[in-house]
C-alpha cells in the first residue's frame, strides 16, 4: 500500500470530519484467495520466494536436525563447545521459524488449502524432532555445578547473548525431567496442537454458516465475517435474530466442541503434574517469574469494579432508547445517527498521525510496514477470521486483517502494528535468544497505540456527536479488553480447577457455568443487561482457550498501557524514549521487572485501581457530551 505524502495532514483530518461521505469498501469475502489483487495481500515471498524455496529450507532443516546428536558429545567440557551448540540451537530455531511461518500464514489465509495444512504439520514434525534432540541441553546443564556454568559465561563473551536463557534453565531445575523422560515428552509436541486445530476447523470452515432474512427482506449468510458485521445493525430485532440464529446453530456442535475443550484442560493438567507443579496456573506463569496472586488479583479487583462498567452500559441503553438492554445490544453503536466508513487509505494516514508522539523513527517503520506488504488486508474466501500480528525474525511481521472500514477496524490495526513495532524493535536491538518477548507484555504495546488512537482522534475532532462516537468505541473496547477477558480468565481458571478436581467438562456444565458468569458480570439480576440463554455457548468459539492462561494478559496490558500511555502524552522525552526501550526489550528480563523499567508495577494493586478511575472518567466524559448534545437537540 503507497503512502500519500501530498496534503497527509488534510487528508487525515478530512477522514475524521466528513462523515457523510460515501466510502465502499472493497468485498473479497466469498473470492478465492488468487483473484484477490497483490496490492491487499501481504508479501509472503520475503519469507520465501515459492513453496519450492520452502521445501529446499525444510530439507536443510532436517539435514541439520539429523546433526545435533554429534553435537551432544561433551559440549559442556568447554565454554567454546557450549557456545557451539547454543549457535547451532539458534540456527536451526531461525530456520524453523520462517518455515512455520511461512505454513502457517498461507494455511490461516486459505484454511481449505490442504497443502499448506501438509506444509504446516510436515515443519511442526521437524520442530518436535529438534525439540526431541536438543533436549540435552536442559539435562545436561543441570547436572554441572552451577559455579562451573558461571563461570563459563564469565570466560566466553560469546555465550553472553544467552545468559539469561542459562539462569532460566537453572531457576527450573526442579521442573525439568530426567533426559529421557524429556525425550518422551517432547514427543507430545506432534499433537499438542490437535485440539486447537480441530475446534479452528469445526469453527471456521465445517461447521455450516445459517441464513437469515433481515426485517429489510434482504437474505444474509451467516458466515463469520458476515456475523461479526450484523450483530451490531441498527436494528434492534435484526440483532436478535442474528445472535439467536448464529448460537442456535452453533449449539448442534458443542459435544464434540466440548470433547475439544476437556481434552485440552487436561493436556495442560497433565503437563503441569508431569513437571511437580501444584497446579496449571502455577505451571503457567512459573517460567515468566510471575506469582499467582498476579492473576487472582486480576479477577477479585474486576469484580469489585464492575460500577464503571455498568455505568457505561446503563448510558449506552439510553443513547439507543432501549426499554431494556440485552446482550445483543452491546455490539450496537450507541451513536445511531453516526454512519462512517474509512477507506484503507484513511486508516493508514489516521494511524501514522495518531501515533506521531512516539517520534520519527517510530513513525517511519509504521510507513514501511504499509508501503512494503506487511499486511493482508481484507477478508477473503476461506480466510481465518479475526486478526493478528507474528514477526519473523530476519524478515519482517506480518498482520492478518480482516478489515470492514467500521472505525473499530482503524483500532484494530493500530492495535496489530503495535505488535509488530513490538516485534520489530526488539528483533533490531535484542540478539536472536533474548529477542522475543513474553506473551504476558504482548498486549501492552498494541493496547498502548489503541490509547494513542483515541486521544489524537478527540483532540482532533470538533463535533460532539463524532466524539461521543469515538468515546462509545474505546470505551467499548476498554471494556472487551479489560472486563470481558478477566470474564474469560475467570472461566478459564474455574474450568482448570475443575479438571484438578478430577471431573470432566461436559457441555452442559460447560454451557452452565459460562451462562452463570456473564450474568455476574453484566448484573442480569440487577436489569443492567438481560442476558439470553443463547450466549451459553460462546464457550465454544473462543479460540483463546487453547492457549493456556493466555487471555488475562489481555487485561494486564490494557491495564499497564493506560499508565504507560499517560506518560508519553503527558510526560517528558525521558518518557518516551522509556517506553522505547521497553518496545526494544524483547525478553530480556522476566516481564514484570521490564515493566518496573518502563515505570508500571503490576504487582501493585494501585495500579489497577487507577485504570478503572480511568475508565470511569472516560464514562463521565461521555455522559458529559451526551448532556450537551440532549440540550443541542441532536441526540
Known amino acids: 500500500m503507497t503512502i500519500h505524502k501530498k496534503l497527509f495532514f488534510l487528508i487525515a483530518v478530512f477522514a475524521i470530519t466528513a462523515l457523510a461521505q460515501e466510502v465502499k469498501i472493497p468485498d473479497y469475502s466469498s473470492t478465492p484467495r488468487s483473484q484477490v489483487p497483490q496490492e491487499y495481500k501481504w508479501k509472503i515471498e520475503d519469507i520465501y520466494a515459492s513453496n519450492e524455496a520452502w521445501y529446499q529450507d525444510k530439507d536443510k532443516a532436517v539435514k541439520m536436525v539429523g546433526k545435533i546428536e554429534e553435537l551432544s558429545k561433551d559440549w559442556t567440557s568447554s565454554p567454546?563447545?557450549?557456545?557451539?551448540?547454543?549457535?547451532?540451537?539458534?540456527?536451526?530455531?531461525?530456520?524453523?521459524?520462517?518455515?512455520?511461518?511461512?505454513?502457517?500464514?498461507q494455511a490461516n489465509v486459505e484454511l481449505s488449502n490442504t497443502e499448506y495444512q501438509n506444509m504446516r504439520g510436515e515443519i511442526q514434525q521437524v520442530a518436535v524432532g529438534m525439540s526431541v534432540k536438543f533436549s540435552f541441553i536442559n539435562d545436561d546443564i543441570l547436572k554441572m555445578p552451577e559455579e562451573k556454568v558461571k563461570k563459563f559465561l564469565d570466560q566466553e563473551p560469546g555465550l553472553k547473548p544467552y545468559r539469561f536463557s542459562i539462569e532460566q534453565i537453572l531457576r527450573s531445575r526442579a521442573h525439568i525431567l530426567p533426559l529421557e523422560q524429556e525425550q518422551i515428552l517432547s514427543q507430545t509436541g506432534l499433537f499438542a496442537s490437535m485440539n486447537e486445530d480441530a475446534a479452528n476447523m469445526l469453527n471456521n470452515v465445517d461447521i455450516p454458516s445459517p441464513e437469515v432474512t433481515l426485517s429489510d427482506g434482504s437474505k444474509i449468510t451467516l458466515n463469520i465475517a458476515n456475523y461479526n458485521v450484523q450483530r451490531g445493525g441498527k436494528v434492534a430485532e435484526d440483532r436478535t435474530l442474528v445472535m439467536n440464529t448464529f448460537w442456535n446453530n452453533h449449539k448442534q456442535f458443542e459435544n464434540s466442541l466440548g470433547v475439544l475443550l476437556d481434552g485440552e484442560m487436561k493436556k495442560h493438567l497433565f503437563n503441569a503434574r508431569v513437571r511437580k507443579y501444584p497446579d496449571c496456573l502455577s505451571a503457567k506463569l512459573y517460567s515468566d517469574n510471575i506469582d499467582t496472586s498476579v492473576y487472582i488479583n486480576l479477577t477479585k479487583m474486576v469484580k469489585e469494579n464492575l460500577e464503571p462498567m455498568h455505568r457505561y452500559l446503563k448510558l449506552k441503553q439510553e443513547l439507543l432508547g432501549l426499554p431494556t438492554l440485552r446482550y445483543e445490544d452491546m455490539y450496537a453503536s450507541a451513536v445511531k445517527s453516526v454512519d462512517k466508513k474509512y477507506t484503507?487509505?484513511?486508516?493508514?494516514?489516521?494511524?501514522?498521525?495518531?501515533?506521531?508522539?512516539?517520534?520519527?523513527?517510530?513513525?517511519?517503520?509504521?510507513?514501511?510496514?504499509?508501503?512494503?506488504?506487511?499486511?493482508?488486508?481484507?477478508?477473503?474466501?476461506d480466510k481465518e477470521s479475526g486478526a493478528y500480528s507474528s514477526g519473523v525474525y530476519g524478515v519482517h511481521p506480518f498482520i492478518k486483517m480482516n478489515y470492514d472500514g467500521e472505525y473499530e477496524g482503524i483500532s484494530t490495526l493500530a492495535h496489530e502494528l503495535g505488535h509488530s513495532l513490538h516485534s520489530y524493535l526488539s528483533y533490531e536491538k535484542q540478539p536472536y535468544a533474548d529477542a522475543f518477548y513474553p506473551i504476558f507484555l504482548a498486549e501492552v504495546a498494541s493496547t498502548f497505540n489503541e490509547n494513542l488512537l483515541m486521544d489524537y482522534m478527540l483532540k482532533n475532532e470538533k463535533d460532539d456527536l463524532f466524539k461521543l462516537y469515538i468515546l462509545d468505541n474505546y470505551i467499548d473496547r476498554m471494556r472487551s479488553t479489560i472486563y470481558r477477558q478477566t470474564l474469560f480468565a475467570d472461566y478459564e481458571l474455574t474450568m482448570h480447577r475443575r479438571v484438578e478436581e478430577g471431573k470432566s467438562l461436559t457441555p452442559d456444565w460447560l454451557s452452565k457455568t459460562y451462562l452463570d458468569l456473564v450474568r455476574e458480570y453484566y448484573a442480569h439480576d440487577k436489569n443492567v443487561v438481560e442476558v439470553g440463554d443463547y450466549i451459553q455457548n460462546e464457550w465454544s468459539f473462543i479460540p483463546h482457550f487453547y492457549l493456556n492462561f493466555y487471555v488475562f494478559q489481555y487485561s494486564t496490558g490494557m491495564i499497564a498501557s493506560l499508565a504507560l500511555s499517560e506518560k508519553v502524552l503527558n510526560g517528558t522525552d525521558a518518557d518516551r524514549d522509556r517506553y522505547i526501550a521497553f518496545l526494544s526489550s524483547g525478553g530480556n528480563d522476566y516481564p514484570i521487572n521490564i515493566l518496573k523499567k518502563a515505570g508500571v508495577d503490576m504487582t501493585d494493586k494501585a495500579t489497577y485501581t487507577a485504570a478503572f478511575k480511568r475508565f470511569g472518567e472516560y464514562v463521565t466524559e461521555m455522559e458529559k457530551i451526551t448532556e450537551r448534545l440532549k440540550k443541542a437537540g441532536k441526540i
Open 344 to 381: 484503507y487509505d484513511e486508516a493508514e494516514n489516521i494511524i501514522i498521525n495518531a501515533l506521531s508522539p512516539l517520534g520519527a523513527k517510530y513513525t517511519g517503520v509504521l510507513k514501511t510496514a504499509f508501503a512494503n506488504g506487511w499486511i493482508d488486508v481484507y477478508p477473503n474466501k
Open 80 to 105: 567454546a563447545k557450549m557456545l557451539e551448540v547454543f549457535k547451532a540451537y539458534e540456527e536451526i530455531n531461525k530456520m524453523i521459524g520462517k518455515l512455520y511461518n511461512y505454513a502457517g500464514h
